[in-house]
């Protein structure tokens, strides 16, 4: 019948193999899979770009930088942290030196050496003169004086004066020094000893400048400030004074000063301080100036070393080793040694500075609108 051959055909097609089974044509007559390799795909291979970064939601990255400074500051506050454990624990082991004399809270360093026991103290006097210079000028004289081996004393000044207060302690405690001690004392203007500087500097035996140094500006001078238009064209505000008399705010940072001001001011404060600066000029310099000579100079005016000598105020041009020979040679003794009295040094002290607050507080704006009676060279004016 057609039907059978026809399923028979069917059969022979698949059967290849003569095995009976339903084996693909690429396989062999022995059943095996055929050894022949599949021909070569020709489907190309595909590179995909990686897909570009997404934008950070907007205000992430203002976070993230704020975040970031935090993490800064929470490592430097650490580290600050840790530093000051450290000098704490430096400064117990050292021992505090709040309520010691002069001595215990300095340190002596040598200058100079020298071969016998006797010493040279050499007391500084740098910068502005206020309350806190005469402070540390005081600790210094008191370590000197608290040492037996100080034969002599070289005050070093490097300074354009300062407060008349100030000034007026410095010169009252070299004085008590010398008629406590009876030892000699040598002044060193050291780049400048002006005003309030050369106040201080009267008050020893001899003053010697290096040839450099400016010295003089005998007299006094206040600042005053007036505030009255800014606070009314600019601020807007008008300030209101009650008072028990006339010249109870005589002057004041509210009102210009008037003729009348001035001359009560010069009355009553500049002409007693310069009085007394010329008083004590000529107590110290009176075997080699007469108080006449001394008011022709004390005009203001600044001088320099070889000037000044030529004028009587200082008595010799030199440098520190000069001061240092006299030193000696008043003290009878050149082979004395050279020694300053320093603080010592501290993490504390380094952390107390820093601690020191850049605004303006309180008692800083009262100081600066408080007029104030100096002992100055301004060379700013």
């Not at 809270?105 to 010493?119: H, P, T, W």
């Not at 140094?213 to 600042?223: D, E, F, K």
């Not at 041009?317 to 050149?334: C, L, P, Q």
């Not at 002290?349 to 609108?369: C, I, R």
């Amino acid at each position: 019948m057609d039907i059978d051959n026809k399923s028979f055909d069917n059969q022979d097609d698949t059967d290849t193999c003569g095995c009976g089974c339903s084996c693909s044509p690429q396989e062999n007559a022995a059943g095996q899979a055929s050894s022949v390799p599949p021909p070569p795909s020709t489907v190309q291979p595909v590179f995909q770009t990686p897909p570009a970064p997404q934008p950070a939601p907007k205000g992430t990255s203002g976070w993230r930088i704020f975040l970031n400074i935090l993490l800064v500051m929470s490592i430097l506050g650490n580290i600050v942290l840790v530093l000051a454990v450290i000098g704490l624990a430096i400064s117990m082991a050292l021992g505090s030196t709040g309520g010691l004399s002069g001595k215990d809270k300095l340190v002596e360093k040598v200058l100079v050496e020298g071969s016998s026991k006797q010493k040279i103290a050499v007391i500084n006097v740098y910068g502005i003169i206020d309350d806190e210079q005469y402070l540390h000028f005081k600790d210094q004289l008191d370590a000197a004086s608290d040492d037996s081996d100080v034969a002599a004393m070289i005050v070093r000044i490097a300074s354009p004066g300062g407060s008349v207060s100030a000034s007026d302690r410095i010169y009252n405690q070299i004085i008590k020094y010398r008629e406590k001690s009876g030892k000699p004392v040598i002044a060193f203007m050291q780049t400048l000893a002006a005003s309030g500087g050369y106040y201080t500097a009267v008050a020893a035996d001899t003053i010697i400048a290096e040839p450099t140094a400016i010295t003089g500006s005998i007299g006094v001078i206040m600042s005053h400030l007036s505030i009255k238009d800014l606070l009314e064209q600019k601020l807007g505000i008008l300030p209101s004074v009650v008072k028990s008399g006339e010249k109870k705010d005589w002057p004041s940072m509210f009102t210009p000063m008037t003729d009348d001001q001035k001359a009560y001011i010069n009355t009553k404060l500049i002409d007693p301080a310069y009085q007394r600066f010329v008083d004590l000029v000529f107590a110290g310099r009176q075997k080699q100036l007469t108080r006449e000579q001394i008011l022709k100079l004390a005009d203001g005016s600044i001088y320099g070393a070889i000037e000044a000598k030529k004028e009587k105020l200082i008595d010799d041009v030199g440098y520190f080793e000069d001061a240092v020979a006299a030193a000696r040679d008043k003290a009878g003794d050149k082979n004395a040694a050279v020694v300053e009295f320093e603080k010592p040094y501290s993490l504390m002290s380094v952390f107390g500075a820093q601690s020191k607050s850049v605004f303006l507080d309180k008692q800083t704006v009262e100081k600066m609108l408080t007029p104030q009676l100096l002992y100055l060279w301004d060379g700013n004016n």
